[in-house]
């Protein structure tokens, strides 16, 4: 899957599941032990900040409330769809240089497993979009969490059985129990 369409995807996705979030909810502890929901909200948003500041843009900062983030990931989209946007080098979380196609792809991988994360905390649909989870299991399983790890951004992994799903594959090797 191309690395806009697989962004595109998991960010749509997870705006989805941001905008299920009730006021009261906010607060709420999530899988992300350091992250209430506010707290992984605002994670989430940084994806589409990330990203356009790898392709040289200025993030709106000045957008909140309702449909800010889903505004956000579309404006994200659309330059990502720019001819020779996917071939600009930037910084990874983890410290290194990658392409802007594989920090999209990177983004997509974060944003779907916030999206279980969020799901988890305010009791939301966890099944995720299983075409995007084979995807970035195949992707990035089992090289990018334990890059992570190293850099101190991914926690430990959760050992599944041999037979687990994807999406259970995924998350235990994010340091999630599924």
Same mark, same amino acid.
């Not at 579309?74 to 071939?87: I, K, M, Q, S, Y």
């Not at 905390?121 to 995720?128: C, E, K, N, Q």
């Not at 850099?151 to 041999?162: Q, R």
């Given at each position: 899957?191309?690395?806009?369409?697989?962004f595109e995807r998991a960010a749509?996705? $997870?705006?989805?599941?941001?905008?299920?979030?009730?006021?009261?909810?906010?607060?709420?502890?999530?899988?992300?032990?350091?992250?209430?929901?506010?707290?992984?909200?605002?994670?989430?948003?940084?994806?589409?900040? !990330?990203?356009?500041?790898?392709?040289?843009?200025?993030?709106?900062?000045?957008?909140? %409330?309702? %449909?800010? !983030?889903?505004?956000?990931?579309?404006?994200?989209?659309?330059? @990502?769809?720019?001819?020779?946007?996917?071939?600009?080098?930037?910084?990874?979380?983890?410290?290194?240089?990658?392409?802007?196609?594989?920090? $999209?792809?990177?983004?997509?991988?974060?944003q779907l497993v916030h999206t279980?994360? @969020?799901?988890?905390?305010?009791?939301?649909?966890?099944?995720?979009?299983?075409? @995007?989870?084979e995807a970035i299991v195949a992707?990035?399983?089992?090289?990018?969490?334990?890059?992570?790890?190293?850099?101190?951004?991914?926690?430990?992994?959760?050992?599944?059985?041999?037979?687990?799903?994807?999406?259970?594959?995924?998350?235990?090797?994010? %340091?999630?129990?599924?």
């Amino acid at each position: 899957m191309d690395a806009v369409v697989l962004f595109e995807r998991a960010a749509t996705n $997870a705006a989805s599941m941001v905008e299920q979030v009730r006021p009261e909810q906010r607060g709420a502890p999530t899988p992300c032990a350091e992250w209430h929901v506010d707290a992984l909200v605002t994670h989430m948003t940084g994806g589409t900040t !990330y990203l356009l500041t790898a392709m040289g843009l200025e993030p709106d900062v000045s957008s909140e %409330g309702d %449909g800010a !983030y889903r505004a956000a990931v579309t404006r994200c989209v659309e330059a @990502l769809r720019v001819p020779g946007a996917l071939d600009g080098r930037c910084m990874s979380p983890a410290g290194f240089e990658w392409s802007v196609g594989e920090a $999209a792809a990177g983004t997509a991988m974060d944003q779907l497993v916030h999206t279980w994360d @969020l799901a988890v905390a305010i009791g939301g649909d966890r099944v995720l979009d299983p075409e @995007l989870v084979e995807a970035i299991v195949a992707m990035f399983i089992p090289q990018m969490p334990e890059i992570g790890r190293a850099a101190g951004i991914v926690g430990p992994e959760i050992m599944v059985s041999g037979d687990a799903s994807a999406q259970d594959r995924l998350l235990g090797a994010m %340091g999630r129990q599924p």
